[in-house]
C-alpha cells in the first residue's frame, strides 16, 4: 500500500527518537535533514525528483525515516517502513539500511510506490544553517519561556568557539509549541540586519531541537539603569536609531515584532542595538489574535489592549513607549500603575505618560506622533528612522 499519508502500517515498526530506526544512516546521510518540518521541505526541493531524509511525528507522537520527494509541482512524504525480518522498505523494494534502499531506487528507477509513480533523481545536502549538536554545549540554564528552555552556552566553529544564547525544544513539549518555535525559527533565518539579532543555524538531527542565536551579555533596559545620569544625549539618540533602523527593516520585510521593548533590544560588546525577542514576531502586515497570547500590556497600542489587532502601526505605539524608557533611564512605564491600571487608563481616560524631562525637542514629537489613538495617525518606522537618522 502507498505510504504517501505518513500512516503506520501494521507490520511496521515504529519508534521512539532514541531508538528510531537505522541510526548510522540518519546521521552519516548528506541527505539527512533531521527533525526539520514538513512544510520547511517545499523550498529545497526544486526539481522533480529532488528528495531528502527527514524525521516525521506520526500517530501518538512516535518519530520515524520519511522521504520528501518533489514530484509534479507538488511535495510528498513517504514513511520509511522496517519488517519483522529487519529490512526496510517503502512498498517493493527492501534493503538492510535506508541509505542502500535510496541507492537501489536511483539506480533502478523504480517509483517508490505504484500508486504514485514518483521516482528519485537528485538527493538535497543539509543546508548550511543545520548545525550538529555535537557542535553546542548548554552550560548555563536561563529558564523557561512558552515551553522552551533556554540557555547561554558555547557553539563550535571553524574559528573557535562562541558564546551563544540557545533555546531548545523538548520531545515532549505540545504541537502548538512546536509549531510556534519552528515558525520562530523560519522567520529568524529570512532576517538579516546589522541592527537584528543573528542566528547561526538549528541543529535538528535529534531531540531536543536547538535555536543557536547572537548572545548579548545584557539588555538594553539593563544598561540604562545601571548607568542612569552617565549617559549622554547623543548616545540615547543612537540607541533609538538603532532600535529604528532594526524595526524598519522588519516592517519593510513585513514582520510584526509585537514585543517591542528596551529589555527585548540587546547590546554587544560595543553597545550596538541588536532587536531580539522574536517568539511573537509575526511574517504579516496585520494580524487578529484569536489565541489570546500573553502580552506586555504596557508596551502595546490601544487596538491591541482593546481588540488584539497588531499591525506594523501597533509596533510604533510600542517604539514610542520603547523611547520613553530610553530617555527615561530605564524607568518603567506607567510606573505606579498595575497592568489593568493602565490598560483602563490608555482605553477609557485617553492617557498618555508625560513626555520625560530634558527630553529633546525632536524626540518628544517623534513619542507624541507614536501615541496617536488612531493607527493611520501615525507615521511608519521606516519615516521614523529617517527622521531621528537626519537629526
Known sequence: MPMETLEKEENSEVVEDQYLVDKATMNGSSYYHGMIPAQDVADLLEKDGDFLLRKEEIKGGLLTAALSVRSGGDVKHFVVNKSDQGEFYIETLKAKTIEELVRNHLSTGEPLSQASQVVLKRAIPRQEWMLNHEDILLKQSMGRR???????????????????????????????????????????????????????????????????????????????????GRISDAEKRRFVCEAAAGLAYLAENNCIHRDIAAR??????????????????????????????????????PEV???????????????GVLMWEVYSDGAEPYSGMSPSAAMNAILKEDFRMPIPKDCPEEISKIMSSCWETFPRKRPCMQAIFLVIRDF
Not at 153 to 171: A, S
Not at 269 to 275: C, S
Not at 305 to 319: A, C, E, H, M, T
Open 146 to 228: 512558552q515551553g522552551v528552555e533556554e540557555f547561554i552556552g558555547e557553539f563550535m566553529t571553524n574559528n573557535g568557539t562562541r558564546q551563544v544564547f540557545l533555546k531548545t525544544l523538548g520531545i515532549s513539549c505540545s504541537s502548538e509549541t512546536k509549531a510556534r518555535f519552528m515558525k520562530e525559527v523560519r522567520l529568524l533565518r529570512s532576517l538579516n540586519h546589522q541592527n537584528v539579532g543573528e542566528i547561526y543555524g538549528v541543529a535538528l538531527h535529534h531531540t531536543p531541537i536547538t535555536l543557536v542565536l547572537e548572545y548579548f551579555a545584557k539588555s538594553l533596559s539593563t544598561h540604562l539603569r545601571q548607568n542612569v
Open 264 to 301: 527585548n533590544c540587546k547590546l554587544n560588546d560595543v553597545l550596538e542595538v541588536k532587536i531580539s525577542g522574536f517568539s511573537l514576531c509575526v511574517p504579516k502586515k496585520e494580524m487578529h489574535d484569536e489565541q489570546n497570547m500573553q502580552i506586555a500590556v504596557k508596551w502595546q497600542a
Open 305 to 319: 489592549l482593546k481588540d488584539r489587532n497588531f499591525s506594523f502601526k501597533s509596533d510604533v505605539w510600542s517604539f
